[in-house]
């Protein structure tokens, strides 16, 4: 095999990426910045823990905004009301009966949003290089316009709702976990519930799950995931069911984000870099015998 046979590979390899990223808009560096390439770990770590210090930083430093807060958790549970959607009160009292299934959910609100999440993103670090950083960027970009929500529209969680009986399920039954009750709740924004995170990057997971896994009943236990979710954040008083809805909006605004980057949906590009394809490419018809 010689050069010609290097140059026929580099050409297919070529083709066999989208034309949005051959053809990426402006030159050189931005180019670059566009081109998916395989991630580096040291540098991930510091993103993600200085993303997540940041986002935490400024979303506890939004002001509380009590009487807004509240005044807008009345008219949205009215709204509900209206809707004919206003059921988190019997869903509330209903788990909360079952003592054994209330614990376990105020255990999962608190630990699966952020271990599954982290878990999504070193299996897309691993397994799919070529789709991490543009994946990536929809759930960065879905949790920085939350904070836009956060700060415009201050909400109150239904525990928190004067002249309600929504049962706090973490006070009541003295489980560790939650950042929004107990001594935890000086260090959290209690009014931060529009949109929610939890059903923000729930749906992420299961849509990335769902997309990527090739195992049949993992791509299901990806598109289960949200839903369970969605049960947890109304069953523990934490949420109304609006709350995810603008969730829904801000991972929506994430993926269009991601679109207008890299000119393809994350789950469009291929599962390696290009750059890493044609390099191994290379490796092997230098190491194929010569006829």
């Known amino acids: 095999m010689g050069d010609s046979t290097v140059t026929s590979l580099g050409d297919r390899e070529q083709t066999a990426v989208p034309d949005s990223l051959t053809a990426v808009h402006g030159p050189g560096f931005l180019r670059r910045l566009r081109t998916p390439r395989r991630p580096r770990l040291w540098f991930e770590i510091v993103l993600i823990a200085v993303s997540y210090w940041t986002y935490s930083l400024i979303r506890n430093a939004v002001p509380e905004q009590r009487g807004q807060?509240?005044?807008?958790?009345?008219?949205?549970?009215?709204?509900?009301?209206?809707?004919?959607?206003?059921?988190?009160?019997?869903?509330?009292?209903?788990?909360?009966?079952?003592?054994?299934?209330?614990v376990g959910m105020n255990y999962y609100y608190a630990t699966l949003h952020f271990v599954v999440t982290l878990g999504v993103l070193v299996w897309l670090y691993r397994s799919h290089p070529g789709r991490y950083a543009a994946t990536r960027l929809v759930l960065f970009a879905t949790t920085g316009v939350?904070?836009?929500?956060?700060?415009?529209?201050?909400?109150?969680?239904?525990?928190?709702?004067?002249?309600?009986?929504?049962?706090?399920?973490?006070?009541?039954?003295?489980?560790?976990?939650?950042?929004?009750?107990?001594?935890?709740?000086?260090?959290?924004?209690?009014?931060?519930?529009?949109?929610?995170?939890?059903?923000?990057?729930?749906?992420?997971?299961?849509?990335?799950?769902?997309?990527?896994?090739?195992?049949?009943?993992?791509?299901?236990?990806?598109?289960?995931?949200?839903?369970?979710?969605l049960t947890v954040i109304v069953a523990t008083a934490n949420h109304f069911w609006l709350d995810a809805v603008g969730g829904l909006l801000c991972l929506g605004f994430g993926f269009a984000v991601a679109r207008v980057w890299y000119g393809v949906l994350p789950y469009a590009l291929p599962e390696e870099p290009a750059a890493d394809r044609l390099q191994r490419h290379r490796g092997w018809s230098r190491s194929s015998p010569r006829p």
């Open 146 to 229: 939350a904070l836009v929500g956060y700060y415009l529209y201050p909400l109150a969680p239904p525990r928190l709702m004067n002249g309600s009986t929504f049962i706090d399920t973490v006070m009541v039954h003295q489980t560790w976990g939650s950042m929004a009750s107990g001594d935890l709740k000086h260090m959290s924004n209690q009014y931060a519930a529009m949109p929610s995170m939890h059903i923000g990057w729930s749906v992420w997971c299961g849509l990335t799950i769902f997309a990527l896994a090739k195992v049949p009943w993992v791509r299901v236990l990806g598109l289960l995931y949200p839903v369970v979710t």
């Open 69 to 102: 807060a509240l005044r807008n958790a009345d008219w949205l549970w009215r709204m509900e009301h209206h809707l004919g959607i206003a059921v988190e009160e019997s869903v509330n009292h209903a788990v909360n009966s079952a003592t054994w299934l209330i």
